[in-house]
């Protein structure tokens, strides 16, 4: 007996020009790189509902970054390798071949349990990008160390030389998220080379790290992973796990991930599960789920859930990475809403009910005498539901959602001069400060178009570019 996809049952939150399965839940990005011309993307999927269940991998594929097609699931849960589902993982090009590494995730049989289970790591391949089989003698990695528990899973496979390596996150018996390496000449066979970075304490660096990818960025190594149970701290760490990175040195003849503090790349309520890839081009591209475990997600109620961010560029400036949408962005602007200079003196309306819009903001402070400005995301009565507070004084951002009452927070580098590139979807805001300095990540949930505002307590200069985008850069074909 087949079952049937779960269906949309309402639009009004459905994004214009981000990912989002056709309908049902998604959750990590899986899988991104570039085949034959054609970027693909993968991601964790539930297509039966719109909530968490048995992972299947939902695929789609663009030629340039902005349009997507969406194409058959990937990857279905179900064989003896991944009987309970195809947890997050990798793609590598080899010989004009694609090649899935992914984790299989599987209950032991009699208990209702969902922490007694186990873990384990397969291939599956394709030559035309669209559908793909799995490796006859998976697993490829059958068994974690023996100083590991069950929390074993989400490789990242890259290519040095002649030869592969993969990270896997990883819990220590001793209970601290870490991450380990293995390396492989042909992608089946795989030795250990053992624990290349690990957390200092539960506390401070968590219990388990997820989605971990390790990549080169202007000389330096960057380790980007997704800590489970780092505990709050003042102003970080707000999320139930956090997405961050540590900028080091990965020595292959020790093996080890020399690495300075612990950073989180973005500070909204909705980031989480990066992975990135190095475009044909030399950039290092990265998506990630733009939700957080836990999060409400009022789309549930419309027959899905969950989304990934608009795909970004890292930089790495000062030891400090920047992220900003890639430069492909422009070719979803359809229409100049405005474009203007002015001395801001009151409460303005920059944007009125648009569902789909960028703006590019730059503020002159210099010669500023108040004390904070806000950009406000208002309903149709002019209700403010998200709001981003600038304070002079400490250079700190305070986001606050009126859906929630936990606020985010990041503090910039001193400057005069703020600029604020914004990207707008139906459901969603993502915000780039300072040339990506600083990111906050969100989503929101109104009936009507949101509007946008911009005040001050005393006159600025603002120079603002607003562009309407697209609506219709992802094609579900006939979902
Ligand atoms: C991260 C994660 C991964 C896992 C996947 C399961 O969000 O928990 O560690 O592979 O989601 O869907």
Known sequence: MTRDYIKLTNSRYRLGYHIAAPAGWINDPNGFCFFKGYYHIFYQYHPYSASWGPMHWGHARSQDLIHWENLPTALTPGDPEDKDGCFSGSAIVKDDRLYLIYTGHHYYPGDNDPEHFWQNQNMAYSDDGITFTKYKHNPIIALPPKDNTQHFRDPKV????????????????????????????????????????????????????ECPDLFSLDNQDILLLSPQGIEPQAKKYLNLNQTGYFIGELDLTTNQFKRAAFTELDHGHDFYATQTMLAPDGRRLLFAWMAMWENHM?????????????????????????????????????????????????????????????????????????????????????????????DIATHEFTLKRKDRSDPRYATIKPTNIIELHILVDTSSIEIFINSGETVFTERFYLPTKPSIWLNSDSPLMLKSEIYQLSNEAIDYGIN
């Open 298 to 390: 009022p789309e549930q109620q419309d027959g899905w859930a969950g989304a990934l961010i608009f795909p970004r560029e890292l930089k790495l400036k000062g030891n400090h990475l920047y992220m900003n949408p890639v430069k492909e962005l422009t070719q979803l602007r359809t229409r100049t809403l405005s474009s203007q200079q002015f001395e801001l003196s009151q409460a303005t309306q920059l944007v009125k009910t648009q569902a789909q819009v960028e703006l590019q903001l730059t503020l002159d402070l210099n010669n500023f005498k108040g004390h904070h400005f806000n950009l406000n995301l208002t309903d149709d009565h002019d209700v403010a539901q998200l709001i981003l507070n600038y």
């Open 158 to 209: 890259w290519q040095i030389g002649r030869n592969y390596y993969l990270v896997l996150g990883s819990q220590e018996t001793d209970g601290l998220g870490r991450v380990i390496l293995y390396k492989s000449a042909n992608l089946v066979d795989w030795t250990y080379l053992g624990p290349i970075a690990k957390a200092k304490t539960r506390k401070t660096e968590g219990y388990m790290w």
